[in-house]
């Protein structure tokens, strides 16, 4: 065996079949090698070269029968049907980042002699009547979670595992890579790119499916069976304003990687067909019920609101329009008073008193005050210069804070014995090396006016997913980009949460927010164990596939959480699914409307 592999790195192979170029595994066995009289028809031509099929195809579902010629050069102006030899090429692995997976590929193509024309050149079919790509693993090398830890502990280009396309999403597509496909029954599980590439799934079975259409991300699954549709071949544009949940026509096109992912290069551009109706979500249903028996809280990602963004009457809107106006809105993502301009103020007072007057304007039985505690400069993270933090609008008429004691940017707030707190409102531990360029969670104790007792929140936006490998890459399992960082901070968090409940197990306490996290990932599932809280959406009884506030990629997904304890009855929540349905959404995350009882026990 070994001799034979070097011999044949002496020797150019001659006369190969496609399936021994492309192979059983992610990366040819004749990587880097001359190979001569290579036979097939041109299935598809693109801009800079042509896929061949092969005329003497195996058995093996692992290796593709087609492959990709490239080349500008006087061998690529082919035409489709052309069954062709092609004298000489170079077999190649090519990735345009070392995070991605390589294409198998041939370059310096030599001559081709042209044998016979017109021939066949049906699509393979993937769907419900031809292949099923499989809807949970990506790769064997993630051993059987997509989301475990610790991440990169392989790389798919270093262990080159043998392709099971049967089990694995990665290696179905790898299996078929410059095959010519059809996709029937398309829609969309996304937004398009500002190139117009578009997640798609066709009539073949899919998990995590939710009631508009897109794949929800849940224990374990992220919805391999998602194929992106990537520039068409012909050079036409793929609308750039389809949604999530839009049907498409079928889909023909040669599957290929590039730029990160496995893609579907169509003959032509994506024609919807429809749309799902209606085209915005209805508005919630949860609504104050005048009393700590029904009140409604909301909270929303605010994507970097300052005093001039273009999106605040918006935000303003969906507040009245899609959460009703609850008296308690927890609002992540305000910047200071200036936005990114890069200079001393921190101040967000004119931000959130921009926000609270275009709520009045819109809907004038709206009365909000807020509450935030500024950072210190340039010590939260996000966009440079914004100050991004976390706040509060509350109806006065309403709420108020349980004997008012701003805390500081750099105090860090206590649990005395009540429990109350020692700042109110005041953050966790704001000093925790944790916390370095991250926005520290807003503790707050709430009196409802006219009731007795009170509830305790905590309003958080953990750090961000940056420099996360995407689930096509080639580190297995996937980098989680900030997860080391987040678990340190779900657990400062939690356990301050705890030593409120370890005075009184039955303090209503709500934290709710932008955890940039996966209710099935380490640092979310540490947050539970250590505070006692117990998520929202399964207590509201949201089905796993429902629970959604994000679109990223090919999925549908909740980085946005609700926790509480069992103080807090009566729990309902809804995710208003005003950014994820919509084209242009005010904010790139859903916000959320709880309801429940914070009655004094
Ligand atoms: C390629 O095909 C040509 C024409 O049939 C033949 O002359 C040549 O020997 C073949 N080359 C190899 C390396 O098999
Ligand atoms: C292509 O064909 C020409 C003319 O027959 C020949 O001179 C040349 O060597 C061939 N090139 C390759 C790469 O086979
Ligand atoms: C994964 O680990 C490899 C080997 O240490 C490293 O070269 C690569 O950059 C890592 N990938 C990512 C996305 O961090
Ligand atoms: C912001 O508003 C609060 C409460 O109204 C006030 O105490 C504080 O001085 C204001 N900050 C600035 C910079 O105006
Ligand atoms: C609280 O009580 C006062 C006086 O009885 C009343 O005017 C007010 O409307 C009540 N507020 C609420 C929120 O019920
Ligand atoms: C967080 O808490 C968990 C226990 O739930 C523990 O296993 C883990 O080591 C802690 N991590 C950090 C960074 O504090």
Redesign the pocket.
């Known amino acids: 065996m070994k001799l034979l592999l070097l011999l044949s790195f002496l020797t150019a192979a ?2 190969v079949s496609i399936f021994e170029i492309t192979g059983d595994r992610f990366i040819s066995p004749l990587r880097g090698q001359r190979v ?2 290579v036979t097939g028809i041109v299935t598809a031509k693109g801009p800079d070269g042509f896929w061949l099929r092969s005329v003497t195809p195996d058995r093996d579902a692992s290796t593709s029968e087609s492959i990709y010629v490239f080349g500008r050069t006087a061998a690529t102006p082919r035409t489709v049907g052309e069954q062709i ?1 092609l ?1 000489t090429a170079t077999v190649t692995e090519f990735r345009t980042s070392a995070d991605y997976l390589y294409l198998t590929e041939l370059t310096n193509p030599g001559n081709v002699t042209v044998i016979s024309s017109g021939n066949d050149v049906s699509p393979i079919v993937i769907g419900a009547r031809g292949l099923n790509p499989p809807t949970e693993q990506y790769s064997s090398l993630d051993n059987g979670d997509v989301f475990g830890l610790p991440n990169n502990v392989s790389q798919i280009s270093v262990v080159n595992p043998v392709l099971e396309p049967q089990r694995y999403g990665l290696d179905f597509w790898e299996s078929l890579t410059g095959e010519l496909v059809s996709v029937p029954g398309a829609r969309a599980v996304a937004r398009p790119n500002r190139f117009g590439d578009t997640w798609v799934v066709g009539d073949w079975r899919t998990t995590g499916e939710n009631e508009r259409g897109g794949l929800t991300m849940t224990d374990q699954d992220a919805n391999p069976e998602a194929i992106l549709i990537g520039t068409p071949l012909d050079g036409s544009r793929n609308p750039s304003t389809t949604v999530l949940g839009d049907s498409f026509e079928d889909i023909t096109g040669i599957v290929t990687q590039a730029f990160g992912f496995y893609r579907i290069l169509p003959l032509t551009s994506l024609v919807v067909i429809s749309s799902p109706q209606p085209a915005l979500p209805p508005p919630t249903e949860l609504t104050y019920s005048g009393n700590c028996g029904g009140l409604t809280i909301g909270s929303y990602n605010v994507e970097n609101l300052s005093p001039t963004s273009p999106n605040l009457n918006q935000i303003a809107s969906d507040i009245v329009n899609y959460l009703r106006s609850p008296p308690l809105i927890f609002i992540q993502e305000i910047q200071d008073d200036n936005g990114p301009t890069n200079d001393a103020i921190v101040s967000a007072n004119l931000t959130l008193s921009t926000l609270s007057r275009a709520i009045t304007a819109i809907n004038p039985s709206a009365s909000y005050a807020f509450t935030n505690i500024d950072p210190t400069d340039d010590t939260n993270g996000g966009q440079p210069g914004g100050n991004i933090r976390t706040a509060y609008l509350f109806d006065p008429r309403v709420l108020r804070l349980r004997s008012a004691n701003p805390g500081t940017a750099t105090s860090a707030n206590e649990v005395l014995p009540g429990p109350t707190l020692r700042f109110n409102p005041g953050l966790i531990d704001p000093l925790n090396p944790a916390w370095v360029d991250s926005r520290k969670p807003l503790v707050a104790e709430w009196e409802i006016l006219n009731s007795t007792g009170s509830f305790f929140t905590v309003n958080v936006h953990f750090a961000s997913k940056g420099g996360s490998s995407s689930l096509h890459g080639d580190a297995r399992p996937p980098v989680n980009g900030g997860v080391d960082i987040r678990l340190a901070q779900a657990n400062i968090t939690a356990n301050f949460i705890a030593s409120i409940l370890a005075q009184n197990s039955n303090a209503p306490v709500i934290a709710s927010g932008d955890f940039n996290e996966f209710a099935f990932v380490a640092p979310l599932e540490s947050f539970v164990e250590i505070s006692g809280l117990r998520d929202a959406d399964v207590l509201a009884g949201l089905s796993p596939e429902e629970r959604y506030t994000y679109l990223f990629d090919m999925n549908t997904q909740q980085l946005d959480h609700t926790y509480v304890s069992r103080g807090v009855r009566n729990v309902e929540l809804e995710h208003v699914h005003i950014n994820t349905w919509g084209a242009n959404g005010a904010s790139d995350h859903d916000p959320t409307v709880l309801k429940v009882g914070v009655c004094a026990r």
């Open positions: 001659s006369c001569s009289n030899v004298s």
